[in-house]
């Protein structure tokens, strides 16, 4: 953890001068001026997500990349010179362990296929650091779980990249759920899809993935059912379909609906699917009022409106917001309007195992 006077003193004693080159980079000309302690974030996996964390942590005022960890060492040059990140920082998958003896990073950002989360998750945790790991968290709630535990036992934070929880019209819907201005709700609907296209990505490999459509898309409408409808689901039914058993093989589901049961009495109705198009959708009334949100987990900007109109709350970066955010919450403990935790995270994961089991059995599956 770096406290303000951590900072300064590395400002003045830095051997790599890094806050003077930050200054002299025209890509980091924009550097906003430092306002609170500092999370110092290494990424895991430098693929298309990665990027597009990192590049969206130029602006972050509380986080900053300082670290990079590849399997592919080939892309860490030109990572280093676009982030301006010192040899010292830079790890592949076989040394990674090393970052418990690094003190200039505080936190690993795990973005490598799903399968991969776990056991690095567990290597990182024991490296001291804490982790942000993007979701699917694991491919089973058990790896899960232990994710949970391995983190809290040796003394490090677990968050989930769960980047709409920070999203400011989502916020703004859960405030005016909490506030009462919906009435009881009644129900939730989520379509959260897209047609995936190259058959051999890890997307579609099963040992990589950990399942289909529901891992990678259809998590978006259990979390986000979870957040609007502000219960925890109790039973779930499911129907899967499959068009392309070529494409998708077995286990790796194509598109799934599926329904969920809440404590209240309010009840769900999802669709998760890499077969549609034009999919990204939250709709929820109550008994006083309604909220439409089209799209609604996408990069944004976000649109939607409420029974008192348009949603106008301005865009911001949805990983810029979540990584300022995350570093609050990771060195000052801020507690948040929902939970990004590793708890939050095991959730879902049982969710999707009773997903799995009511489409493979016909039968309701109580969570
Ligand atoms: P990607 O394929 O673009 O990148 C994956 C990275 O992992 C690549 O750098 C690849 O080289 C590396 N990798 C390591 N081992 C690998 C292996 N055995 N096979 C294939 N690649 C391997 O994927 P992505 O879209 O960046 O997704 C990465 C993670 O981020 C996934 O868990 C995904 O669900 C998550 N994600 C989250 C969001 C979000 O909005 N929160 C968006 C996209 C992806």
Not at 186 to 201: A, E, N
Not at 233 to 240: G, L, M, N, S
Not at 264 to 283: I, K, P, W
């Amino acid at each position: 953890m770096t406290t303000r006077r951590d900072f300064l003193d590395k400002m003045k004693v830095t051997a790599l001068g890094l806050p003077l080159l930050y200054h002299s980079n025209p890509l980091l000309a924009h550097e906003t001026p430092y306002q609170g302690p500092m999370l110092r974030v290494a990424i895991m996996g430098l693929g298309s997500y990665g990027n597009r964390v990192a590049e969206a942590m130029r602006e972050c005022k509380n986080a900053k990349l300082v670290g990079l960890i590849s399997g592919t060492p080939s892309k860490i040059p030109k990572w280093q010179k676009a982030h301006n990140i010192p040899d010292k920082n830079c790890y592949n998958y076989e040394n990674f362990d090393e970052i418990k003896d690094n003190p200039d990073i505080d936190a690993v950002y795990i973005i490598t296929p799903n399968a991969l989360h776990h056991p690095q998750t567990l290597r990182v945790a024991k490296a001291k650091k804490h982790v942000i790991c993007e979701k699917p968290m694991a491919t089973n709630a058990k790896d899960a779980q232990e994710m949970v535990d391995v983190c809290k036992a040796n003394g490090v934070k677990l968050l989930i990249g769960y980047r709409m929880h920070f999203e400011p019209k989502t916020v703004a819907v859960i405030k005016m759920r909490q506030a009462g201005e919906f009435g009881r709700i009644r129900f939730f609907q989520g379509q959260s899809g897209f047609r995936i296209g190259d058959p051999t990505q890890w997307r579609l490999n099963k040992e990589l993935s950990g399942g289909g459509a529901m891992m990678d898309i259809g998590i978006y409408s259990i979390n986000g059912s979870r957040y609007m409808v502000g219960e925890e689901p109790i039973w779930v039914t499911a129907q899967e379909t499959k068009t392309d058993p070529v494409k998708f093989k077995e286990g790796v589901d194509e598109t799934i609906q599926f329904q969920m049961g809440f404590p209240s009495g309010a009840v769900a109705s999802c669709l998760s699917t890499y077969q549609m198009r034009h999919l990204d959708r939250f709709f929820m009334t109550g008994d006083d009022g309604f909220v439409e949100m089209k799209p609604s987990t996408g990069y944004g900007p976000i649109e939607g409106k409420t029974h008192l109109g348009p949603l106008t709350q301005p865009h911001k970066t949805h990983q810029t917001i979540q990584m300022d955010e995350m570093a609050q919450i990771i060195l000052e403990d801020k507690k948040q309007l929902v939970s990004v935790s590793g708890e939050e995270g095991v959730k879902d994961m049982k969710i999707i195992e009773a997903i799995y089991k009511a489409a493979k059995t016909g039968m309701r599956v109580e969570v």
